[in-house]
């Protein structure tokens, strides 16, 4: 007996996961045909398969009714995010009780309390989506280390800034659990073999899922102070 939605996600990861191992055979094949003299010319195969029809039988066992967990508070999801920056920072073997050090954090605090206006997070307890809060973090990171690198010795490199960027957007989704809403949910059986077992035709619910392909693909851009900024987007 599993929950229904992480059935579906694991569907769902399945088929991402497919789409990476043939991409990457793609790249290899790719290459081989760069260094082959009669099939440089040619183009590369690539196999793709846009759209997934499944039916998946279950036996639906159990419901349980959502209810909230209350908000995380917008002083609490900014000391979360000030220890983390904090915490990643010092990961990459940079001191932390440095002025410059303190100058990047409390611009990025600032720029991050400016997005959480925009957002409508109150001084008191708000509601805030996982992803939105996650877009703030990584906007503000962005605006601080842009003035970071007007200076003559930027606190952090490039690639510094990568790897603290994805801590940040780590500890962003962390830092709202806590507050989540706990959601309802459906505890079913989907084991062949045991729906077989335990249920008949008139008993045994039918799931019809398509799953579209989808690509993503990463782009990069120069802000106005010349700083690079990274987006995900569709292909």
Do not use: C
Not at 117 to 143: C, I, N, P, T
Not at 193 to 208: I, P, T
């Amino acid at each position: 007996m599993a929950e229904l939605g992480e059935v579906i996600g694991a569907l769902l990861a399945s088929v991402t996961h497919a789409r990476r191992i043939a991409d990457e055979e793609t790249a290899a094949i790719a290459e081989y045909y760069k260094e082959h003299p009669l099939l440089e010319q040619l183009s590369v195969p690539r196999a793709r398969v846009p759209k997934i029809s499944l039916e998946l039988p279950v036996l639906i066992e159990s419901h349980q009714n959502g209810e909230s967990s209350g908000a995380v508070s917008r002083d609490k999801l900014q000391e979360s995010m000030r220890k983390a920056l904090t915490e990643s920072i010092a990961r990459e073997g940079l001191s932390t009780r440095t002025a410059k050090f303190r100058s990047v954090r409390e611009d990025f605090l600032s720029h991050l309390d400016r997005q959480l206006m925009r957002l409508g997070v109150d001084e008191g307890d708000s509601k805030l989506q996982e992803e939105a809060f996650a877009r703030a973090v990584d906007d503000a990171l962005a605006g601080a280390a842009e003035r970071d690198f007007e200076t003559d010795e930027p606190l952090l490199s490039r690639e510094q800034s990568r790897e603290v960027r994805e801590d940040l957007a780590a500890a962003s989704r962390r830092a709202l659990r806590p507050g989540r809403d706990l959601r309802p949910f459906l505890t079913a059986e989907v084991v062949t073999s045991a729906v077989k077992e335990q249920a008949d035709e008139q008993s045994v619910a039918r799931l019809n899922i398509v799953i579209q392909e989808e690509g993503l693909e990463w782009t990069t851009t120069v802000s106005d102070n010349g700083g690079l900024v990274h987006r995900l987007g569709p292909e």
